[in-house]
């Protein structure tokens, strides 16, 4: 989705190595997400930013740093890949014009990182 | 907690109609939507329920009842295209997370 820029798209790390995904809007909402999505299960919180300079853990933070430094961008960090982290990850952001409380949300097109 | 439940897997064939049912647990309810999803690609929003009853988006209906906390997805007329896995979500965590169900992968034959 053209609102939701994701990058990279792929990513291969050694176990140890560190690495950040970054991801940017252009549709001026307070709310960011990461999710992580293994294969055939769904989508699984990982940290999410209701507004900017603030974050809160999901269902999985553990691995994972972030930050919120502006409105624009939301990045998340694994300082010590491990091979349980190898997974797609996908950055999220409600539809600014359905208001707060929206479940309908734009999706960057993913990074699929293998950690080897 | 909160929690969503999604059959995992769902095969129907070409031109039928097929229903993808989710039952939800929330502490706080601010609506339910669906998502659809092709493989290799990212999660596309499909439709929204913030009352009872049924939203119709073409081929694509849903429906919502919250006294039973759950939600359906139906889809008519059946096409090839519409292979993918399909997913229920709310707000969760005093409304400040999007929390999605497990997935239903649907597998639409001749």
């Known amino acids: 989705n053209a609102g939701v820029t994701q990058t990279p798209k792929f990513q291969v790390l050694k176990t140890g190595q560190s690495m950040t995904l970054q991801c940017a809007q252009d549709?001026?909402?307070?709310?960011m997400y990461w999710y992580r999505q293994d294969p055939g299960m769904g989508l699984r919180l990982i940290y999410y930013?209701?507004?900017?300079?603030?974050?809160d853990k999901g269902e999985v933070p553990n691995g994972y740093n972030v930050s919120r430094l502006n409105k624009r961008e939301f990045s998340l960090r694994l300082e010590s890949a491990a091979p349980s982290q190898t997974s797609v990850y996908f950055c999220?952001?409600?539809?600014?014009?359905?208001?707060?409380?929206?479940?309908?949300?734009?999706f960057g097109q993913g990074t699929r990182l293998t950690v080897v | 907690g909160q929690s969503l439940e999604q059959p995992s897997e769902v095969t129907a064939v070409e031109g039928a109609i097929v229903q993808i049912n989710c039952t939800y647990q929330?502490?706080?309810?601010?609506?339910l939507s669906w998502y659809q999803q092709h493989d290799g690609g990212a999660p596309t929003f499909l439709s929204y329920?913030?009352?009872?009853g049924l939203e119709e988006t073409g081929r694509f209906s849903s429906f919502l009842s919250r006294s039973d906390s759950y939600g359906y997805l139906l889809l008519q007329e059946l096409q090839m295209k519409d292979s993918a896995s399909y997913f229920c979500?709310?707000?969760?965590?005093?409304?400040?997370?999007?929390?999605f169900g497990t997935g239903t992968q649907l597998k639409v034959e001749l």
């Open positions: 549709m001026n909402h307070n709310s």
């Open positions: 999220a952001v409600p539809n600014p014009r359905q208001g707060t409380f929206s479940t309908e949300a734009f």
């Open positions: 329920n913030a009352l009872d």
């Open positions: 929330t502490s706080g309810f601010y609506g």
């Open positions: 979500a709310v707000r969760t965590g005093g409304g400040n997370k999007l929390t």
């Open positions: 930013s209701a507004s900017e300079g603030t974050t």
